[in-house]
């Protein structure tokens, strides 16, 4: 475990540490003040490279982060964070980034289940709408990026209302020749995490595995519970409690959709962030028509959901006992 900077200490004749924001094995992440802009605030991500490994494998390291930074630095959407700089000290890189004022949807996820409350549908969907559309911006870059840690600890709400998708730590660049690159090795958070990313950076992870992690999400955060572990519903199939059995004023769109997404094979899950994105939310933009109705559920959304299926079979039972009824008088 690399040794902290502590406050004060200046980076590159610039960057004036305020205090650490974030600490893993690899290094840590860092509040500063830019001295070269007045009043800005940056998030410095520093990953440590061990000496103790070979020169070749530190070397390869050092060039994956360079590429990832370098891809990281061309990407400009208002739901990811500006990256505006990189460098080296020693033994250790960093990857300059806005800082992302307000609070992560972890937190308010947590305040509401302390209330005995749910998160409001309308707006946790309206949070998806961004970070569906910030997902879409990053795998239609050339060569597509996937994220492969959504979860609601890496998604901060604005005091302006805006979702940002942080920490890029897990990051994968899917080029021609399928090569990784990231700045901290492993696989993610296990309850977000598809079966296809077990095998770390060997795994044959896609777009699909963010479809995976974003279904995962929406699943935690309407129902106040994490979601059972892919490895485990692979092993035990029917583990996965069904949303509305847990929220019972969860839409059926909302429920087909995030299990949909959730399908631990990748060729069963929706084969990309547009589609993922049609079968939650339709045509509706809450963004742009805030006041406007969720969309509705379709036939299929009905007949998919175990309730609404209960229900029609109770409405046609009684259908077949009044027809009955009315023919014996």
Not at 1 to 17: N, Q, S
Not at 58 to 67: C, E, G, I, T, V
Not at 240 to 255: A, G
Request: glycine residues 6%; aromatic residues 8%; contains cysteine.
């Amino acid at each position: 475990m690399p040794v902290p900077h502590h406050t004060g200490d200046i980076l590159k004749e610039r960057y004036k540490i305020n205090r650490i924001i974030g600490q893993g094995g690899m290094g840590s992440v860092y509040l500063a003040d830019d001295l070269r802009l007045e009043g800005r605030l940056c998030a410095l991500k520093e990953v440590f490279h061990d000496p103790q490994i070979s020169e070749t494998l530190r070397q390869q390291s050092r060039d994956q982060f360079l590429r990832e930074a370098t891809v990281l630095a061309r990407l400009d959407h208002p739901n990811l964070p500006k990256v505006s700089d990189f460098f080296a000290i020693e033994e250790r890189d960093y990857l300059v980034m806005d800082f992302v004022p307000g609070r992560d949807l972890s937190v308010l996820m947590t305040e509401a289940r302390l209330k005995k409350e749910f998160l409001d549908e309308r707006e946790v969907l309206t949070w998806a709408a961004q970070l569906a559309d910030a997902l879409i911006y990053l795998h239609g870059q050339e060569p597509s990026i996937v994220h492969r840690d959504i979860k609601p600890s890496n998604l901060k709400l604005t005091p302006a209302g805006v979702v940002k998708l942080v920490d890029f730590g897990l990051v994968k660049i899917l080029a021609s020749d399928e090569i990784t690159i990231t700045v901290v090795q492993g696989r993610g958070t296990a309850a977000y995490t598809p079966l296809e990313q077990y095998g770390g950076d060997a795994g044959h992870t896609d777009v699909r595995s963010d479809v995976f992690s974003f279904g995962a999400t929406l699943y935690h955060m309407l129902t106040n519970q994490s979601p059972r572990e892919a490895r485990d519903r692979f092993l035990q199939p029917g583990l996965l409690v069904l949303p509305r059995d847990i929220n019972t004023s969860l839409s059926p769109r909302t429920e087909r959709a995030i299990l949909w997404a959730m399908s631990l094979h990748p060729e069963e899950r929706p084969q990309s962030m547009e589609t993922f994105r049609q079968a939650l939310l339709g045509d509706w933009n809450p963004v742009n028509q805030p006041k406007s109705l969720m969309p509705a559920p379709t036939l299929i959304d009905l007949l998919a959901s175990p309730f609404e299926r209960r229900l029609i079979w109770i409405s046609l039972g009684l259908l077949f006992v009044s027809l009955i009824a009315t023919l014996w008088q």
